[in-house]
Nanobody, 126 residues
């Protein structure tokens, strides 16, 4: 079974940057679509960004488009989420999720994914 471990969360001031990592084990990521989700207290889990197994396709939620960038390094079996111009409303627990899929697959729906990490806290505050 694919195992995912997030890292890179922390406390950052508004306008700052963080890079989250999602490291995979158990399977090579070459055939997996990976997505980042977040959940703030009292709110539903929200799809943030996703990347296809290959073909270089990506998708972003409107709330982060232009500020966040998803990328993957299959040689390192890792997916990254570069977060710039962070806002207090970006505060949440961030999760990565994966599913085996065809090369161009993209989805920001939580129900589409069957492998999840444990989450990493991101807090944006002055």
């Amino acid at each position: 079974q694919l195992q995912l471990v997030e890292s890179g969360g922390g406390l950052v001031q508004p306008g700052g940057s963080l890079r989250l990592s999602c490291a995979a084990s158990g399977f090579t990521l070459d055939y997996y679509a990976i997505a980042w989700f977040r959940q703030a207290p009292g709110k539903e889990r929200e799809g943030v960004s996703c990347i296809s197994p290959s073909a270089g396709r990506t998708s972003y939620a409107d709330s982060v488009n232009g500020r966040f960038t998803i990328s993957r390094d299959n040689a390192k079996n890792t997916v990254y989420l570069q977060m710039n111009s962070l806002k207090p409303e970006d505060t949440a627990v961030y999760y990565c999720a994966g599913r085996r899929a065809y090369s161009r697959y993209l989805s920001l729906l939580a129900a589409s994914y069957d492998n999840w990490g444990q989450g990493t806290q991101v807090t944006v505050s002055s």
